[in-house]
């Protein structure tokens, strides 16, 4: 089975810029959580979507948006990018049924704001 | 406020050496405790969890340990061998069950 991916890879942008990650979860997983992860630290919560709802946002600007298809892929978008922007962000997914919360992590996108 | 912290930021053991990486949470309030494995280049593998009704987990030549009176997690690997060697994250799920927040890691070195 196909784990959770990421696209793309890595990016370079130049500041005041916007950009768009995209992930697909594991086949079932209708949860999808974006987290941001700066090098040298652990990764920080952004958003959790499930079957396409908002559930929760972490502590970023509203420069941050992220949106989940009817298919569970999810989008993360990133307005007026800031040097501060860079980092890796990485996906997971989660069935997210009553005691199950395991999540799985895609790659990631390597973000580089220049 | 919710905080995971980790006591040290790297570890280096002996190949074949039992290997445990500690965790403290300030949340007395968090109920689910994960700890994560982050090879370079890679996202976060899942290694381990535990819930607060519970003072021990094993897996898979790891361990978890939580003494919720200390606020303390720790993470047991043993016969520590190359292929271990990574970051290590502790994390808990916040009691709204929506966002998993993590600690800054611990590096592990497996010496051969």
């Given at each position: 089975?196909?784990?959770?991916?990421?696209?793309?890879?890595?990016?370079?942008?130049?500041?005041?810029?916007?950009?768009?990650?995209?992930?697909?979860p594991?086949?079932?997983?209708?949860?999808v959580?974006?987290?941001?992860?700066?090098?040298?630290?652990?990764?920080?919560?952004?958003?959790?979507?499930?079957?396409?709802?908002?559930?929760?946002?972490?502590?970023?600007?509203?420069?941050?948006?992220?949106?989940?298809?009817?298919?569970?892929?999810?989008?993360?978008?990133?307005?007026?990018?800031?040097?501060?922007d860079?980092?890796?962000?990485?996906?997971?997914?989660?069935?997210?049924?009553a005691?199950?919360?395991?999540?799985?992590?895609?790659?990631?996108?390597?973000?580089?704001?220049? | 406020?919710?905080?995971?912290?980790?006591?040290?930021?790297?570890?280096?053991?002996?190949?074949?050496?039992?290997?445990?990486?500690?965790?403290?949470?300030?949340?007395?309030?968090?109920?689910?405790?994960?700890?994560?494995?982050?090879?370079?280049?890679?996202?976060?593998?899942?290694?381990?969890?535990?819930?607060?009704n519970?003072?021990?987990?094993?897996?898979?030549?790891?361990?978890?340990l939580?003494?919720?009176?200390?606020?303390h997690?720790?993470?047991?690997?043993?016969?520590?061998?190359?292929?271990?060697?990574?970051?290590?994250?502790?994390?808990?799920?916040?009691?709204?069950?929506?966002?998993?927040?993590?600690?800054?890691?611990?590096?592990?070195?497996?010496?051969?």
């Open positions: 089975d196909a784990g959770v991916t990421q696209s793309p890879t890595h990016l370079i942008k130049t500041r005041g810029q916007q950009v768009t990650l995209r992930c697909s594991i086949s079932g997983h209708k949860s959580s974006w987290y941001q992860q700066v090098l040298g630290q652990g990764p920080q919560f952004i958003f959790q979507y499930y079957e396409k709802e908002e559930r929760g946002r972490g502590n970023f600007p509203d420069r941050f948006s992220a949106r989940q298809f009817p298919n569970y892929s999810s989008e993360l978008n990133v307005n007026a990018l800031l040097l501060g860079s980092a890796l962000y990485l996906c997971a997914s989660s069935l997210e049924r005691g199950a919360y395991e999540q799985y992590f895609g790659p990631g996108t390597r973000l580089t704001v220049t | 406020g919710e905080s995971v912290g980790l006591h040290l930021p790297t570890l280096s053991v002996q190949e074949g050496d039992n290997s445990i990486i500690n965790c403290a949470y300030s949340n007395s309030a968090s109920d689910y405790f994960i700890w994560y494995k982050q090879e370079s280049g890679k996202g976060p593998q899942f290694i381990i969890d535990i819930r607060s519970m003072d021990k987990r094993q897996g898979q030549r790891v361990t978890v939580l003494n919720k009176t200390v606020k997690l720790s993470l047991q690997i043993a016969a520590t061998q190359p292929g271990d060697s990574a970051v290590y994250f502790c994390a808990e799920k916040d009691t709204g069950g929506f966002k998993t927040i993590f600690g800054a890691g611990t590096r592990l070195f497996v010496k051969a």
